[in-house]
Nanobody, 114 residues
Framework: QVQFVESGGGLVQPGGSLRLSCAASGFNISNYDMAWYRQAPGKQRDFIALITSSGSAGYVDSVRGRFTISRDNYKNMVYLQMDSLEAGDTAVYYC????????WGQGTQVTVSS
């Protein structure tokens, strides 16, 4: 069965950095586009970053230049490096198999606060 386990979140000050990890199981991610989403309190879950099977990355404007998505197909892992964090980045972060968008893990909480 397809499963995702996100980790690496925590409390960080504005301007700080975090690296999130996503361990995928139940399928081989190597041939698929993978993505990160986030859900802030009281809001819908929003797409923020995509990485294609060949390693090309794309981002929404709000995180472009600050976040970097990457992947390790041999470990079946997806990562999100987050730099210059802002209060508006506070959310639960989820990874996703982009073509399906129907399997979700527990997410990992990121809180940006001074």
């Amino acid at each position: 069965q397809v499963q995702f386990v996100e980790s690496g979140g925590g409390l960080v000050q504005p301007g700080g950095s975090l690296r999130l990890s996503c361990a995928a199981s139940g399928f081989n991610i190597s041939n698929y586009d993978m993505a990160w989403y986030r859900q802030a309190p009281g809001k819908q879950r929003d797409f923020i970053a995509l990485i294609t099977s060949s390693g090309s990355a794309g981002y929404v404007d709000s995180v472009r230049g600050r976040f970097t998505i990457s992947r390790d197909n041999y470990k079946n892992m997806v990562y999100l490096q987050m730099d210059s964090l802002e209060a508006g980045d506070t959310a639960v972060y989820y990874c996703a198999w982009q073509v399906t968008r129907k399997y979700w893990g527990q997410g990992t909480q990121v809180t940006v606060s001074s």
